[in-house]
Protein backbone atom coordinates (compact mmCIF):
# COMPACT_ATOMS: atom_id res chain seq x y z
CA UNK A 1 0.00 0.00 0.00
CA UNK A 2 1.27 3.26 -0.63
CA UNK A 3 1.88 6.39 1.57
CA UNK A 4 -1.12 7.98 -0.42
CA UNK A 5 -3.28 5.08 0.46
CA UNK A 6 -2.17 5.16 4.11
CA UNK A 7 -3.09 8.69 4.69
CA UNK A 8 -6.87 7.83 5.24
CA UNK A 9 -5.73 5.82 8.43
CA UNK A 10 -3.47 8.29 9.87
CA UNK A 11 -4.34 9.49 13.49
CA UNK A 12 -6.42 12.49 13.74
CA UNK A 13 -3.13 14.50 15.07
CA UNK A 14 -1.23 17.40 13.77
CA UNK A 15 0.96 16.64 10.74
CA UNK A 16 4.73 16.71 12.07
CA UNK A 17 6.56 19.99 11.82
CA UNK A 18 10.19 19.50 9.28
CA UNK A 19 12.81 18.35 11.94
CA UNK A 20 16.10 20.26 12.05
CA UNK A 21 18.97 19.85 10.19
CA UNK A 22 21.71 17.38 11.79
CA UNK A 23 24.83 19.47 13.39
CA UNK A 24 27.85 19.18 12.15
CA UNK A 25 31.01 18.16 13.40
CA UNK A 26 33.95 21.10 13.14
CA UNK A 27 35.16 18.85 9.95
CA UNK A 28 32.04 19.48 7.99
CA UNK A 29 31.05 16.02 9.06
CA UNK A 30 28.17 14.04 10.59
CA UNK A 31 28.76 14.42 14.38
CA UNK A 32 30.32 10.71 16.05
CA UNK A 33 27.74 8.09 16.79
CA UNK A 34 28.02 8.50 20.77
CA UNK A 35 27.16 12.56 20.58
CA UNK A 36 23.91 11.36 18.56
CA UNK A 37 23.37 7.79 20.34
CA UNK A 38 21.40 9.64 23.17
CA UNK A 39 19.17 11.28 20.65
CA UNK A 40 15.63 9.25 22.15
CA UNK A 41 14.19 7.20 24.61
CA UNK A 42 15.16 8.33 28.58
CA UNK A 43 18.29 10.63 28.26
CA UNK A 44 17.07 12.35 25.41
CA UNK A 45 15.95 16.19 25.51
CA UNK A 46 12.85 17.51 24.21
CA UNK A 47 13.48 20.27 21.02
CA UNK A 48 10.17 22.38 20.48
CA UNK A 49 11.61 22.90 16.89
CA UNK A 50 11.31 19.19 16.45
CA UNK A 51 7.43 17.50 15.72
CA UNK A 52 4.31 17.69 17.93
CA UNK A 53 1.52 16.35 18.30
CA UNK A 54 -1.53 18.09 18.86
CA UNK A 55 -3.80 16.53 21.96
CA UNK A 56 -4.59 12.78 21.70
CA UNK A 57 -5.93 10.78 24.22
CA UNK A 58 -4.71 7.37 22.44
CA UNK A 59 -1.21 8.92 23.66
CA UNK A 60 -2.65 9.98 26.99
CA UNK A 61 -1.29 13.37 26.29
CA UNK A 62 -3.82 16.65 26.13
CA UNK A 63 -1.81 19.35 24.70
CA UNK A 64 0.72 19.67 22.36
CA UNK A 65 4.36 17.65 22.65
CA UNK A 66 6.68 16.29 21.01
CA UNK A 67 5.74 12.85 18.84
CA UNK A 68 6.99 9.62 20.47
CA UNK A 69 7.54 7.90 17.41
CA UNK A 70 9.93 10.72 15.82
CA UNK A 71 12.14 9.29 19.06
CA UNK A 72 11.85 5.66 18.22
CA UNK A 73 10.14 4.77 22.07
CA UNK A 74 6.91 2.51 21.91
CA UNK A 75 3.80 4.98 23.11
CA UNK A 76 3.44 3.19 26.89
CA UNK A 77 -0.27 5.03 27.02
CA UNK A 78 -2.05 1.92 25.90
CA UNK A 79 -0.62 -0.37 28.23
CA UNK A 80 -1.11 2.33 31.32
CA UNK A 81 -4.96 2.49 29.75
CA UNK A 82 -5.35 -1.12 29.62
CA UNK A 83 -4.43 -1.74 33.18
CA UNK A 84 -6.28 0.77 34.44
CA UNK A 85 -9.35 -0.43 32.45
CA UNK A 86 -9.27 -4.03 33.27
CA UNK A 87 -8.82 -3.59 37.19
CA UNK A 88 -11.72 -0.56 37.45
CA UNK A 89 -13.47 -2.71 35.03
CA UNK A 90 -13.27 -5.74 37.36
CA UNK A 91 -14.45 -3.51 40.61
CA UNK A 92 -17.06 -1.69 39.26
CA UNK A 93 -18.44 -5.00 38.18
CA UNK A 94 -18.82 -5.76 41.93
CA UNK A 95 -19.56 -2.98 43.31
CA UNK A 96 -22.79 -2.91 41.17
CA UNK A 97 -23.02 -6.28 42.64
CA UNK A 98 -22.43 -8.62 39.75
CA UNK A 99 -23.41 -12.45 40.00
CA UNK A 100 -23.85 -11.91 43.44
CA UNK A 101 -20.32 -11.13 44.62
CA UNK A 102 -20.09 -8.90 47.86
CA UNK A 103 -16.40 -9.10 48.55
CA UNK A 104 -13.63 -7.47 46.59
CA UNK A 105 -10.93 -9.62 47.28
CA UNK A 106 -10.72 -10.81 43.77
CA UNK A 107 -9.50 -7.24 42.91
CA UNK A 108 -6.05 -7.71 44.84
CA UNK A 109 -4.35 -9.85 42.31
CA UNK A 110 -5.13 -7.10 39.78
CA UNK A 111 -4.40 -3.86 41.61
CA UNK A 112 -0.74 -5.19 42.47
CA UNK A 113 0.25 -7.04 39.26
CA UNK A 114 -1.22 -5.43 36.19
CA UNK A 115 -3.49 -2.15 37.77
CA UNK A 116 -0.65 -1.68 40.08
CA UNK A 117 2.47 -2.54 38.95
CA UNK A 118 2.21 -2.55 34.94
CA UNK A 119 0.40 1.15 35.22
CA UNK A 120 3.21 2.30 37.26
CA UNK A 121 5.83 1.30 34.76
CA UNK A 122 3.96 2.39 32.09
CA UNK A 123 4.08 5.83 34.08
CA UNK A 124 7.86 5.82 34.43
CA UNK A 125 7.68 5.15 30.50
CA UNK A 126 5.96 8.12 30.04
CA UNK A 127 8.14 10.46 32.15
CA UNK A 128 10.97 9.02 29.81
CA UNK A 129 8.91 10.14 26.49
CA UNK A 130 8.83 13.82 28.09
CA UNK A 131 5.19 13.47 28.83
CA UNK A 132 4.20 14.77 32.04
CA UNK A 133 0.95 14.50 32.11
CA UNK A 134 0.75 10.63 31.30
CA UNK A 135 3.39 10.12 33.86
CA UNK A 136 1.71 11.95 36.32
CA UNK A 137 -1.55 10.41 35.73
CA UNK A 138 -0.53 7.10 35.16
CA UNK A 139 1.75 6.08 37.98
CA UNK A 140 -0.63 8.18 40.50
CA UNK A 141 -3.51 5.64 39.80
CA UNK A 142 -0.49 3.01 39.95
CA UNK A 143 -0.04 4.03 43.33
CA UNK A 144 -3.88 4.56 43.70
CA UNK A 145 -4.13 0.51 42.63
CA UNK A 146 -1.38 -0.59 45.11
CA UNK A 147 -3.18 1.09 47.73
CA UNK A 148 -6.08 0.01 47.12
CA UNK A 149 -4.65 -3.69 46.94
CA UNK A 150 -3.35 -3.09 50.33
CA UNK A 151 -6.15 -1.96 52.22
CA UNK A 152 -7.99 -5.17 50.63
CA UNK A 153 -5.09 -7.59 51.47
CA UNK A 154 -6.03 -9.80 54.28
CA UNK A 155 -3.65 -9.63 57.58
CA UNK A 156 -0.56 -7.74 56.28
CA UNK A 157 -0.96 -4.00 57.94
CA UNK A 158 -4.52 -4.96 59.06
CA UNK A 159 -5.85 -1.58 57.97
CA UNK A 160 -9.15 -2.06 58.15
CA UNK A 161 -9.31 -4.27 62.10
CA UNK A 162 -7.14 -1.68 63.49
CA UNK A 163 -10.45 0.88 62.32
CA UNK A 164 -12.75 -1.36 63.81
CA UNK A 165 -14.28 -0.06 67.07
CA UNK A 166 -13.33 -2.57 69.85
CA UNK A 167 -16.34 -2.20 72.08
CA UNK A 168 -19.10 -2.57 69.71
CA UNK A 169 -17.28 -3.92 66.12
CA UNK A 170 -18.55 -1.09 64.20
CA UNK A 171 -16.98 -0.09 61.13
CA UNK A 172 -17.79 2.90 60.79
CA UNK A 173 -14.10 4.78 61.43
CA UNK A 174 -12.86 2.29 58.55
CA UNK A 175 -15.96 3.64 56.46
CA UNK A 176 -15.15 7.33 57.21
CA UNK A 177 -11.58 7.12 56.61
CA UNK A 178 -11.72 4.72 53.63
CA UNK A 179 -13.97 7.80 52.43
CA UNK A 180 -11.70 10.80 52.56
CA UNK A 181 -9.18 8.08 50.82
CA UNK A 182 -11.48 7.94 47.72
CA UNK A 183 -12.63 12.06 48.64
CA UNK A 184 -8.92 12.79 48.02
CA UNK A 185 -8.88 10.59 44.76
CA UNK A 186 -11.38 12.85 43.32
CA UNK A 187 -9.96 15.95 44.01
CA UNK A 188 -6.60 14.83 42.32
CA UNK A 189 -9.03 13.47 39.13
CA UNK A 190 -10.96 17.03 39.06
CA UNK A 191 -7.35 18.74 38.97
CA UNK A 192 -6.78 16.28 35.96
CA UNK A 193 -9.99 16.83 34.64
CA UNK A 194 -9.33 20.28 33.76
CA UNK A 195 -6.16 19.74 31.86
CA UNK A 196 -8.34 17.63 29.31
CA UNK A 197 -10.29 20.44 28.60
CA UNK A 198 -8.75 21.03 25.27
CA UNK A 199 -8.03 17.84 24.44
CA UNK A 200 -10.57 15.42 22.82
CA UNK A 201 -14.07 14.26 23.78
CA UNK A 202 -13.24 10.51 24.34
CA UNK A 203 -10.33 11.52 26.66
CA UNK A 204 -12.22 13.98 28.42
CA UNK A 205 -15.03 11.74 29.41
CA UNK A 206 -12.43 9.33 30.49
CA UNK A 207 -11.77 11.88 33.13
CA UNK A 208 -15.17 12.87 33.75
CA UNK A 209 -16.50 8.98 34.22
CA UNK A 210 -13.73 8.28 36.54
CA UNK A 211 -14.42 11.44 38.57
CA UNK A 212 -17.66 10.91 39.30
CA UNK A 213 -16.86 7.58 40.24
CA UNK A 214 -14.41 8.83 43.08
CA UNK A 215 -17.23 11.26 44.52
CA UNK A 216 -19.92 8.66 44.30
CA UNK A 217 -18.32 5.72 46.22
CA UNK A 218 -16.78 8.35 48.92
CA UNK A 219 -19.56 9.65 49.12
CA UNK A 220 -21.33 5.92 49.63
CA UNK A 221 -18.62 5.14 51.95
CA UNK A 222 -19.39 8.55 53.89
CA UNK A 223 -22.98 8.89 53.91
CA UNK A 224 -23.87 5.37 54.90
CA UNK A 225 -27.58 3.71 55.46
CA UNK A 226 -29.71 2.64 58.27
CA UNK A 227 -27.43 0.00 59.35
CA UNK A 228 -24.00 1.63 58.77
CA UNK A 229 -23.43 0.34 56.01
CA UNK A 230 -22.16 1.48 52.36
CA UNK A 231 -24.83 3.25 50.85
CA UNK A 232 -25.55 0.14 48.46
CA UNK A 233 -27.21 2.72 45.74
CA UNK A 234 -24.69 5.55 46.06
CA UNK A 235 -22.06 2.50 45.44
CA UNK A 236 -23.76 0.75 42.62
CA UNK A 237 -23.93 4.38 41.18
CA UNK A 238 -20.10 4.98 41.72
CA UNK A 239 -19.91 0.85 40.10
CA UNK A 240 -21.31 2.24 37.13
CA UNK A 241 -19.54 5.07 36.70
CA UNK A 242 -16.50 3.27 36.92
CA UNK A 243 -17.86 0.98 34.28
CA UNK A 244 -18.14 4.13 32.06
CA UNK A 245 -14.32 5.05 32.84
CA UNK A 246 -13.25 1.79 32.27
CA UNK A 247 -14.67 1.63 28.65
CA UNK A 248 -13.61 4.84 28.25
CA UNK A 249 -10.01 3.87 29.06
CA UNK A 250 -10.19 1.51 26.43
CA UNK A 251 -11.27 3.25 23.76
CA UNK A 252 -8.55 5.48 24.04
CA UNK A 253 -6.02 2.81 24.30
CA UNK A 254 -7.42 1.42 21.12
CA UNK A 255 -7.12 4.76 19.60
CA UNK A 256 -3.31 4.34 20.71
CA UNK A 257 -2.74 1.34 18.90
CA UNK A 258 -4.67 1.44 16.13
CA UNK A 259 -3.01 3.00 13.07
CA UNK A 260 -2.23 2.36 9.12
CA UNK A 261 0.47 -0.55 10.66
CA UNK A 262 -2.33 -2.79 12.30
CA UNK A 263 -5.78 -1.62 10.98
CA UNK A 264 -8.40 -1.06 8.72
CA UNK A 265 -9.33 1.93 10.61
CA UNK A 266 -8.44 4.47 13.11
CA UNK A 267 -10.61 5.52 16.12
CA UNK A 268 -12.60 8.84 16.23
CA UNK A 269 -11.91 10.47 19.30
CA UNK A 270 -14.22 13.78 18.59
CA UNK A 271 -12.04 16.95 18.93
CA UNK A 272 -13.50 19.95 21.04
CA UNK A 273 -14.70 22.81 18.75
CA UNK A 274 -12.06 25.28 20.62
CA UNK A 275 -9.16 22.45 20.34
CA UNK A 276 -6.13 22.90 18.50
CA UNK A 277 -7.92 20.39 15.80
CA UNK A 278 -11.07 22.06 16.00
CA UNK A 279 -9.81 25.36 15.21
CA UNK A 280 -7.91 24.48 12.37
CA UNK A 281 -10.77 22.34 10.58
CA UNK A 282 -13.09 25.76 11.13
CA UNK A 283 -10.12 27.52 9.28
CA UNK A 284 -9.82 30.07 12.07
CA UNK A 285 -6.44 31.15 13.75
CA UNK A 286 -6.05 31.30 17.20
CA UNK A 287 -6.11 34.69 17.28
CA UNK A 288 -9.47 35.03 15.72
CA UNK A 289 -11.15 32.39 18.27
CA UNK A 290 -9.79 34.81 21.26
Not at 16 to 36: D, F, R, V, Y
Request: proline share 7%; charged share 10%.
Amino acid sequence: MSAEQHHSLEKDVAPAAPAPQAATGPNGNAPEEHHTRFGYGPLSHVNPQEAVLRPFGGEFQPGLYKSVETRKFANPAPLGLSAFALTTFVLSCINMGARDITAPNIVIALAFGYGGLVQLLAGMWEMAVGNTFGATALSSYGGFWIAFAIVLTPGGFNIEGNLIDIDDGSHAMFYNSFGLFLMGWFIFTTILLFCTLRSTVAFFLLFLFLDLAFLLLGVGYIQRDSQGAPNPPVIKAGGFFGLLAAFAAWYNALAGIADSSNSFFIIPVAHFPWSPTGRARRGKTERETV
